[in-house]
């Protein structure tokens, strides 16, 4: 649906996010160019979920910018960012779960002209390999993997420039960890950039191009998946200072 | 003049927390808005004029009828209340729920007292008055006020120093919380509408004394100053009510006297609509209820 | 039936009138707002058209718009201030609206006071009060197909995904709101046409409760709902006047046994069926 080369590029300049006196970002700069997978990673609290708020509009940068293309988000509020093209999906689902499937898709579309015909809607639920079709169902009613995938597949309605994953495999078993593994590269090949947010290391290791680590705020480490497996410093943050020490003794 | 404005301040805003509190400790403990508490205000009044009508003593009257308005609450918890918690309603439902059961205990006292007025037995009331200097309170008033902080400082007893209070406290800050740490949440919860509904009892009883007035549409002038109250002291903070309801009787009395008695309540309701808009929790933080 | 309608006209027009306020909630709880300031919009609007007809000699029509148009500015502008709020919170501001709106009308010279306004004239009508339900019904249904009706029930299920997808949560709370208040303002304006006279008290938080309670039972979301509920509420006290004073505790009961035992209301007891 969304055609190659017609994706806008995210690019996240020397961010700083602060709550109260807590610097919770610390000039972090990223970019996510059409058709790559960005990964995300670092330890509870690294600043992952802050930097997202920061791009989807929740949460105001104290310095930064951040651009979609040609166009700035920093200074916009949410529903305008989702407008720009940034969709997301999120750590603890939120569909509309009074809603039927279908409208929890066609709402995802709602920053395009028009209405989703149920064939449109039916082509992304393949698409998000969500297997119950039955478009009339509460989306509340949905089994867990099922509202995960459905979640993705309201973001894909909405054709964005960049796709935000915020730790899609939760809860998923390895069978549907590996399908999501394949959608996320047949959605990056269709044009769209994605930055996921993610613990599990092998699906991060199968689908990006690139991975930065964060850590108490700051970049500790970017690069390929494999270069930034070896690097000291994550390991260190990821096996905490302590477990580091009584290593060395 | 002015000290004159402020006992009559004082007499008044003692009414006021008796039922703020109740309308509070309901909020604090479920979250949910009670607006079946003026109802009890009322029936409560009614209950003990007609015992006080028996030639019941004034004193053994009041008693009884906090008794019948306590009892009251946990009947409302129970039907009213109790089955949505089963089903995490929200907060939309219980509301419409109280409404549903002030409506009936509006009917019932309908029926039973019929429309009019009605005024304690002519005996039953002291008019006498205490002058000190130029100021001029009826021993009445005293009596209420009394009364009010007596009560007052019953429910402050009980929240900080017993078991129950305790209790109440546990299930307010995090019900689940204090389910696993053995708190009965049912009992907690019928007894803080037992004490809740009291209190609100109280307040109808003095009210009805004080104006030596009892009617059906009494609850009504008093639930929504009440809703003002507590959002002043900040929601669910007892504490908080209780300043808040003492300072909406000074405003109320010295708007009378400085202002204009018809904007009187307009001012009250401005307050309040201000204070949620600029300072959701109110003016003293929020939770004190929690917090003590 | 002829006679039956001449006999009952009355109760037919309370109906018709108090259907369009219980739509009028329906519009902004659709949105999951809270906002209990029906009344006093419909107050606004009986006092504007009321004043506009006797002072100024407007005619229905002119009246029943320009009260309408009103009440809609004061919703726009009360929209800004309580935009934040939610729950519990926000009905209570708007409970305080409202109760300030009723105070200003006590105090008001040109409102006659808390003795009321006589002398509007007596030219809303059967027609007229139906004629204004169906046309706001049916302007409903349609925006019910629109895109904008399916943000409207997103921002109810989670504001927060449904800015996520693009919708401007405050812009749709503030136009559900807004519409409501037109419809509430229509509402108002009849009333106000098919009695002689309006007092403060007759758009106070008794009516507000009314309203809510119509709307509940009919189903909060389902316009059919709020119309039946509207239907019901305002016939059941006259079908039990054999309980004299005690009739009041069967309008109590239907609600609670509602709220307990089919949480979706009338609508949801339809559903349930078919």
Redesign the interface.
Known sequence: MTSLGFAEQLVVDRVSVRYGGVLALDAVSLEVPPATVVGLIGPNGAGKTTLINAVTGVVRPASGTIALGEARLDRLSQHRVARAGIARTYQNIRLFGALSVADNVRAGAYRRRGTLSDDAVRELLTRAMVRDHELERRAGTLPYGEQRRLEIARALASEPHVLLLDEPAAGMNPRESGELRALIRAVARLGTGILLVEHDMSLVTAVCDHVLVLNFGETIAQGTPAQVARDPAVIEAYLGTGAADSEHR | MLVQQLANGVFLGAVYALFAIGYTLI?GVL???N?AHAAIFMLAAFVALSLAGLGVPLVLAFALALVVAGLLGVLLDR??FA??RR?N?G???P???S??????????A??IW??DEQRFPANALSTAEIHIGSLTVGALDVVILAIALVLMGVLSYVLRSTALGRSIRAVAADRVAAALLGVDIERTIALTFFIASALGGAAGILIGLQYNSVSLDMG?RI??KG??II?LGG?GSVTGAVIGAFLLGAVETLSVAYISS??R??IA??V??LI??LR?TGLFGKRALRAA | MFEFFAHHSKLIDQIGINALLALSLSISLRAGSLALAQAAFMGIAAYVSSIGAVHLGWNLGGAALAGALAAALVAAVLALPIGRLRGVFLAIATIGFGEITRIIAINWPITGGAEGLSGIPNDANTLSIYGTLAVVGFAIFLFGRTKLALAVAATREDESAARGVGIDVAGVRMGTLVAGAIVAGLAGALYAHSNFFITPGDFGFGRMEQVLVMCVIGGVTSSLGAVLGALLMTVLPELVRFLHDYREVSSGAILLGIILFSPAGIAGLWQRRT
């Open positions: 909020f979250d949910i808005l607006l039907v009213a089955p949505l089903r309603a907060t939309l439902v509301l419409i729920s409404i549903g059961a002030a409506i009936i205990m509006q009917g019932v309908r029926g019929g429309p009504a639930e929504l809703l003002a959002i929601m018809s904007y309540d307009a309701f401005g309040m609509f949620l808009v959701p």
